[in-house]
Nanobody
């Protein structure tokens, strides 16, 4: 059994920062990622970090503003979000990959089907 719990969302002004957390329990995993879903939009990839070597990859829309990191001892992944924009408003979901990594490259794991377990999501709202 795998459980993922996101936290840290909230309402902020444009230009502000937030840090999201996702604590995982129940099983080991090879990678953790963040996705988001805005109202009326499809769920989209945000960032990934591989667990063994900490390799990362980001969506172009957040590159340079968001940073994903991990705490291996706590099985927790973080998403530091800086310079937030109204278009960042979405429910943010963390996800884990239970399967082993075919390649130790974060660039290969940006699709929903690359992940096996999902959290319930945390709301991030950025006002202008």
């Amino acid at each position: 059994q795998v459980q993922l719990v996101e936290s840290g969302g909230g309402l902020v002004q444009a230009g502000d920062s937030l840090r999201l957390s996702c604590a995982a329990s129940g099983r080991t995993f090879s990678a953790m990622g963040w996705f988001r879903q805005a109202p009326g939009k499809e769920r989209e990839f945000v960032a990934i970090i591989t667990w063994s070597r900490g390799r990362t990859s980001y969506a172009d829309s957040v590159k340079g503003r968001f940073t994903i990191s991990r705490d291996n001892t706590k099985n927790t992944v973080y998403l530091q979000m800086n310079s937030l924009k109204p278009e960042d408003t979405a429910v943010y979901y963390c996800a884990t990959r239970a399967r082993t990594l075919a390649y130790e490259s974060a660039n290969y794991y940006s699709r929903e089907e690359d992940y096996d377990y999902w959290g319930q999501g945390t709301q991030v709202t950025v006002s202008s």
